[in-house]
């Protein structure tokens, strides 16, 4: 069953809430440790801003682990680099991952699972220049993306699909923005003219504090173009945790359906206890739960694996991804 962060009163519907986390500052890395992580321990990454930052906070904090009897351990990564280097080096053995990088690192011999979804990418193409208005109008211009990550391949697949050429095939020039939100300051700045906004809360203050427009949804564009939702973020999981210790990771979604049920029950005590693990200010995060930018959801594979399969067939048919491994990549609770 899906569980969606819903604020009452304020959506019509749990399908309704659209939700981002603000721009959260770098905290110390928790229990960090040195070499490769026992399989017996759920561990788990997070980058400094965005969606990820949402949910293993809390599960860590507010003993959720305890409760379904796993020991969650949480490291902060500033870089995508080092997000993804780290779970393939074994430093943690599950991870927010797009899908798409954790197909290419199944097809690279890493051996792992996606066990759920985490949450809807509505990413935005943002602009300060009055003549960009569509995905077209990127051609010859310099754009600023997240190379590597999840959000860019998403974004990457519409804009193959819309014109028959990979962003950077379309751009006169492509800037990397590694971090979450890194992309809408190239474009302040005058280092792009055009950017991939994809953590809502900075982004939508960045735009509303600045002189900048969002001007394509890339999830409406996706939905339009596929017939199906899109997806930022899967939970990947090594498999040796799941052959040692099935239990703790089906207790991990099970304690990403309770933060939710936490943000939809008190929103305004779960953002204070979310801040004082994240260091971060109240009301971005406030903001972005009613930001309509962004839908989270802890998902079972149940709910969510036939629009799954239709964005890694995308994938594969835009040359994104080399191979689909199949339904080897899945396990089901």
């Avoid at 998403?154 to 979450?180: C, K, M, Y």
């Avoid at 939100?181 to 950017?195: I, Q, W």
């Avoid at 839908?295 to 835009?318: G, I, K």
Wanted: hydrophobic fraction near 35%.
């Amino acid at each position: 069953e899906h569980s969606y962060l819903f604020v009452p009163g304020l959506y019509s519907s749990r399908r309704e809430l659209l939700a981002g986390i603000g721009s959260v500052t770098t905290a110390s890395v928790a229990g960090c440790l040195s070499g490769n992580e026992s399989s017996e321990q759920v561990s788990t990454a997070r980058l400094s801003t965005g969606a990820t930052s949402l949910i293993a906070p809390l599960i860590k904090s507010e003993g959720i682990d305890e409760e379904y009897d796993f020991e969650s351990k949480i490291f902060v990564r500033d870089s995508i680099s080092a997000y993804y280097g780290d779970f393939v080096g074994g430093t943690y053995n599950t991870l927010p991952s797009g899908p798409s990088a954790a197909v290419s690192r199944f097809n690279e011999g890493l051996d792992l699972s996606i066990i759920g979804s985490f949450n809807y990418s509505s990413m935005w193409w943002v602009s300060n220049d009055p003549d960009i208005r569509s995905i077209e109008d990127l051609e010859g211009e310099t754009v600023a993306v997240p190379l590597g990550s999840g959000a860019f391949a998403l974004a990457d697949a519409v804009v193959r699909e819309r014109t028959g050429q990979s962003v950077e095939e379309l751009a006169g020039e492509t800037i990397n923005a590694p971090g979450p939100g890194g992309s809408p300051p190239e474009v302040l700045t005058g280092g792009a003219s055009v950017g991939l906004s994809w953590e809502p809360a900075l982004s939508s203050f960045i735009i509303r504090d600045n002189d900048l427009e969002a001007i394509v949804n890339v999830r409406e564009q996706y939905q339009s173009l596929f017939d199906a939702d899109s997806f930022n973020l899967v939970w990947a999981v090594r498999n040796d945790l799941i052959e040692n210790n099935p239990e703790a990771v089906s207790g991990l979604l099970q304690a990403g359906q309770d933060v939710a049920d936490m943000y939809n029950e008190d929103l305004d005590g779960t953002i204070s206890k979310l801040i004082e693990q994240t260091a971060n200010e109240p009301e971005p995060i406030r903001e972005a739960f009613q930001s309509n930018r962004l839908e989270f959801s802890m998902d079972a594979l149940e709910n969510s694996r036939d629009a799954m399969d239709t964005q890694l067939e995308v994938y594969r048919d835009l040359g994104v991804v080399d191979e689909l491994p199949g339904g080897e990549i899945y396990h089901q609770f």
